[in-house]
């Protein structure tokens, strides 16, 4: 056999190259505009696309489908695809269909800056809604305000996603109340002294850590031991070692459901038994199915609890089962109230241009969202209740509610 | 002291499953004087198979949560593997093996690319859960110091595979095979050796090492994902090179003091700089003793 001369293995490579750059292209164009292309799990609906008649609005949802945070991305596009069908099948808004342009970032960091750009300059939505992982949303506010194209984060509770601009919005509270919240409730517990375990590389992890920490020593409580590790991390026994070393009654753990459950799971072994308590970041049933036995008698606070007895809370549960054929998280429902939000506001202002939409966004008063009534204050946050969910019997149960 | 000593314990732990890797990657080295880089995925592949091998285990008497079944797994987890260390071989570097050092060196960064991205088409990149393959139990020793079972296991199974191979490589022919052709492969094949058949041998038992290795470390952090291997194959490759690259024990014991650095380091108030502190270590040994604790300076006659 010849052995490749060094034209035949520079032709060969230069080919490889264009290949490759020619199918990842390809993987990029955009996908047909339906809601459901970009996720196989929910069940295709077809009244999100009116056939002809009045031209749509798109709404630009960039989320994460896939990756580790694939539960929070899919909870969220069921949440507001519901959402968007029972508008459309009530007459839409203003006479016109909504139309969700979904769009997956692989929960990976820098996705969100190019599909957040690519839905505002070439799909040319009127509003962006996303994302739950406040990282990521820190990445996309930037580029919707220099736009000027509204953007509702439905979950991202870090307080300086809104700070960035009047285009940035949210849907649930911020991690300075929810920080009290946790705060608030292991003090009713007795708990007087508390290690944290943070995850630094994520936004979220050391927003909610910091404003315990302000709410719980302001109160009278105790820090005994900040430990911190990075996302992606697996064994988190030295940290354990040295918080177990400082006899804690609870750790706190801002972290997302991916790594808490293995969290605890190794704080177990360790020996370490005091309850492990976290934010809304925990918000999945991977929760469980990660870590088992080991998770029981946790706790984390939440938007909302699917047991509760509101109407409209009752009403939305009722409707996504009968959809999805599954209960709904707190993610869902947020999504839901995103796009209901949105909707609410176009209708209030009569049209889909950023100046009045903005406008219409930040009056937005009393509205009856499923995870509680929203009014928007100042710095476009609303203030709601959170709930308490303790994990027991390997499910989530609704315990307490608590009120700003 | 209390922390102290489980620090060491929780060190010992994972730097047993550093070295069961390492040795993966100096019994390579050692043999073809290249740097395998697709080992630590070659863990990963270990991982999952241990995953899917575990559901036909249910059927069996004794179930899953046996010493037996988890000998079955493991084993089973080692052979596959064993294959694919061949399969890697045989595919991607005998055909490259008349060509320079660094052409191997970027194949084998090409093979773990692929393992990891075709991993994660293949199995999706959530993570998933690793089933429990033995009942969890701790002991709590006296001074504080807590034992998992978890722990036991995993310094259990390394030593033994550590004797293993040991005995392989010092008490049988195909040892003294592979001894033979990383001292001198021309003269090795003048002396009989059957050069490509040690060869694939030295692969087969590397990458049943990094299986062991998988099944250990998932079995530790409780749950699976396509990018596992990265890191830990990038610390054990550190643990080989501080201990010496080529040396057998210079590669476990570089595991277990990797190990011990990690845990120290992650357990003080530099918790967030443990790796840096980790490929620190590195860089000094390197500056210390260029060729590694127990690794001979090769000196070339000019």
């Given at each position: 056999?010849?052995?490749?001369?060094?034209?035949?293995?520079?032709?060969?490579?230069?080919?490889?190259?264009?290949?490759?750059?020619?199918?990842?292209?390809?993987?990029?164009?955009?996908?047909?505009?339906?809601t459901d292309s970009t996720d196989a799990s929910a069940p295709s609906s077809k009244g999100s696309k009116a056939p002809a008649g009045p031209a749509p609005i798109r709404i630009g949802e960039f989320t994460s489908l896939t990756g580790v945070n694939a539960s929070f991305g899919q909870s969220t596009h069921k949440g507001s695809t519901l959402a968007v069908e029972e508008i459309n099948a009530k007459g839409g808004v203003l006479g016109r269909p909504l139309e969700l342009?979904?769009?997956?970032?692989?929960?990976?960091?820098?996705?969100?800056?190019?599909?957040?750009?690519?839905?505002?300059?070439?799909?040319?939505?009127?509003?962006?809604?996303?994302?739950?992982?406040?990282?990521?949303?820190?990445?996309?506010?930037?580029?919707?305000?220099?736009?000027?194209?509204?953007?509702?984060?439905?979950?991202?509770?870090?307080?300086?996603?809104?700070?960035?601009?009047?285009?940035?919005?949210?849907?649930?509270?911020?991690?300075?109340?929810?920080?009290?919240?946790?705060?608030?409730?292991?003090?009713?517990?007795?708990?007087?002294?508390?290690?944290?375990?943070?995850?630094?590389?994520?936004?979220?992890?050391?927003?909610?850590?910091?404003?315990?920490?302000?709410?719980?020593?302001?109160?009278?409580?105790?820090?005994?031991?900040?430990?911190?590790?990075?996302?992606?991390?697996?064994?988190?026994?030295?940290?354990?070692?040295?918080?177990?070393?400082?006899?804690?009654?609870?750790?706190?753990?801002?972290?997302?459901?991916?790594?808490?459950?293995?969290?605890?799971?190794?704080?177990?072994?360790?020996?370490?038994?005091?309850?492990?308590?976290?934010?809304?970041?925990?918000?999945?049933?991977?929760?469980?199915?990660?870590?088992?036995?080991?998770?029981?008698?946790?706790?984390?606070?939440?938007?909302?609890?699917?047991?509760?007895?509101?109407?409209?809370?009752?009403?939305?549960?009722?409707?996504?089962?009968?959809?999805?054929?599954?209960?709904?998280?707190?993610?869902?429902?947020?999504?839901?109230?995103?796009?209901?939000?949105?909707?609410?506001?176009?209708?209030?202002?009569?049209?889909?241009?950023?100046?009045?939409?903005?406008?219409?966004?930040?009056?937005?008063?009393?509205?009856?969202?499923?995870?509680?009534?929203?009014?928007?204050?100042?710095?476009?946050?609303?203030?709601?209740?959170?709930?308490?969910?303790?994990?027991?019997?390997?499910?989530?149960?609704?315990?307490?509610?608590?009120?700003? | 002291?209390?922390?102290?000593?489980?620090?060491?314990?929780?060190?010992?732990?994972?730097?047993?499953?550093?070295?069961?890797?390492?040795?993966?990657?100096?019994?390579?080295?050692?043999?073809?004087?290249?740097?395998?880089?697709?080992?630590?995925?070659?863990?990963?592949?270990?991982?999952?198979?241990?995953?899917?091998?575990?559901?036909?285990?249910?059927?069996?008497?004794?179930?899953?949560?046996?010493?037996?079944?988890?000998?079955?797994?493991?084993?089973?987890?080692?052979?596959?593997?064993?294959?694919?260390?061949?399969?890697?071989?045989?595919?991607?570097?005998?055909?490259?093996?008349?060509?320079?050092?660094?052409?191997?060196?970027?194949?084998?960064?090409?093979?773990?690319?692929?393992?990891?991205?075709?991993?994660?088409?293949?199995?999706?990149?959530?993570?998933?859960?690793?089933?429990?393959?033995?009942?969890?139990?701790?002991?709590?020793?006296?001074?504080?110091?807590?034992?998992?079972?978890?722990?036991?296991?995993?310094?259990?199974?390394?030593?033994?595979?550590?004797?293993?191979?040991?005995?392989?490589?010092?008490?049988?022919?195909?040892?003294?095979?592979?001894?033979?052709?990383?001292?001198?492969?021309?003269?090795?094949?003048?002396?009989?050796?059957?050069?490509?058949?040690?060869?694939?041998?030295?692969?087969?038992?590397?990458?049943?090492?990094?299986?062991?290795?998988?099944?250990?470390?998932?079995?530790?952090?409780?749950?699976?994902?396509?990018?596992?291997?990265?890191?830990?194959?990038?610390?054990?490759?550190?643990?080989?090179?501080?201990?010496?690259?080529?040396?057998?024990?210079?590669?476990?014991?570089?595991?277990?003091?990797?190990?011990?650095?990690?845990?120290?380091?992650?357990?003080?108030?530099?918790?967030?700089?443990?790796?840096?502190?980790?490929?620190?270590?590195?860089?000094?040994?390197?500056?210390?003793?260029?060729?590694?604790?127990?690794?001979?300076?090769?000196?070339?006659?000019?």
């Amino acid at each position: 056999m010849k052995l490749p001369t060094p034209d035949r293995i520079f032709t060969g490579v230069l080919a490889a190259l264009l290949a490759t750059a020619t199918l990842t292209s390809c993987k990029k164009s955009p996908t047909p505009a339906s809601t459901d292309s970009t996720d196989a799990s929910a069940p295709s609906s077809k009244g999100s696309k009116a056939p002809a008649g009045p031209a749509p609005i798109r709404i630009g949802e960039f989320t994460s489908l896939t990756g580790v945070n694939a539960s929070f991305g899919q909870s969220t596009h069921k949440g507001s695809t519901l959402a968007v069908e029972e508008i459309n099948a009530k007459g839409g808004v203003l006479g016109r269909p909504l139309e969700l342009v979904t769009r997956d970032n692989q929960s990976k960091a820098g996705e969100t800056s190019i599909i957040v750009r690519d839905l505002i300059s070439r799909e040319k939505v009127v509003a962006l809604i996303g994302e739950i992982a406040s990282r990521r949303s820190l990445e996309a506010a930037p580029i919707a305000q220099d736009s000027g194209i509204p953007m509702i984060s439905p979950a991202s509770t870090n307080e300086r996603v809104t700070l960035t601009g009047n285009c940035i919005f949210r849907i649930c509270f911020t991690d300075g109340f929810q920080g009290r919240v946790l705060s608030k409730f292991l003090s009713s517990l007795g708990v007087k002294k508390v290690a944290i375990l943070v995850d630094n590389a994520q936004d979220y992890s050391v927003g909610l850590s910091e404003n315990f920490r302000k709410a719980f020593t302001e109160s009278g409580g105790q820090i005994v031991s900040e430990q911190s590790y990075s996302s992606g991390d697996k064994d988190f026994r030295s940290q354990l070692t040295a918080i177990k070393a400082q006899n804690p009654e609870a750790v706190l753990l801002p972290n997302y459901y991916t790594e808490a459950p293995l969290v605890v799971r190794q704080a177990r072994q360790l020996g370490i038994d005091v309850p492990f308590v976290g934010g809304d970041g925990w918000d999945s049933t991977e929760l469980v199915t990660l870590g088992g036995d080991a998770m029981e008698g946790s706790f984390f606070s939440n938007h909302f609890a699917p047991e509760s007895e509101k109407a409209a809370v009752q009403q939305f549960v009722k409707a996504y089962r009968d959809k999805y054929q599954t209960d709904p998280d707190a993610i869902a429902a947020l999504g839901y109230d995103a796009v209901g939000v949105l909707a609410d506001a176009i209708t209030r202002a009569g049209s889909t241009d950023p100046i009045p939409l903005l406008e219409a966004l930040a009056g937005t008063k009393e509205f009856p969202a499923v995870t509680g009534n929203i009014t928007m204050d100042e710095n476009r946050n609303p203030t709601k209740s959170a709930v308490i969910i303790r994990v027991e019997g390997g499910k989530f149960r609704y315990l307490e509610t608590v009120t700003p | 002291m209390a922390e102290f000593l489980q620090q060491t314990v929780n060190g010992l732990a994972l730097g047993s499953i550093y070295a069961l890797i390492a040795l993966g990657y100096t019994l390579v080295y050692g043999v073809l004087r290249f740097v395998n880089f697709a080992h630590g995925d070659v863990l990963m592949i270990g991982a999952y198979a241990a995953v899917f091998l575990h559901g036909p285990l249910r059927h069996m008497p004794g179930g899953t949560h046996s010493v037996g079944g988890f000998v079955l797994v493991t084993a089973g987890a080692m052979l596959v593997c064993a294959a694919l260390g061949v399969l890697i071989e045989f595919l991607a570097y005998r055909p490259l093996r008349r060509q320079a050092r660094l052409t191997v060196l970027i194949t084998s960064i090409g093979v773990s690319l692929l393992l990891a991205n075709g991993g994660q088409i293949v199995f999706g990149a959530n993570q998933r859960p690793f089933p429990d393959l033995l009942p969890e139990k701790n002991l709590p020793l006296a001074a504080g110091v807590v034992v998992s079972s978890s722990h036991l296991v995993v310094l259990g199974v390394a030593l033994l595979l550590l004797l293993l191979l040991t005995l392989v490589v010092h008490r049988t022919r195909y040892g003294l095979a592979i001894r033979a052709l990383s001292q001198n492969p021309t003269a090795a094949a003048l002396m009989g050796v059957h050069l490509n058949g040690t060869i694939s041998f030295t692969f087969a038992i590397g990458s049943a090492l990094a299986g062991a290795a998988g099944v250990l470390y998932a079995m530790n952090i409780h749950s699976v994902e396509p990018l596992m291997g990265t890191l830990p194959g990038i610390k054990a490759f550190i643990a080989a090179v501080l201990g010496g690259i080529g040396s057998l024990h210079g590669a476990a014991i570089g595991g277990l003091i990797l190990g011990l650095i990690e845990s120290f380091a992650g357990g003080s108030v530099l918790s967030s700089y443990r790796d840096a502190i980790a490929f620190g270590a590195l860089v000094l040994i390197l500056l210390i003793r260029p060729a590694g604790l127990f690794g001979s300076a090769q000196t070339e006659k000019v």
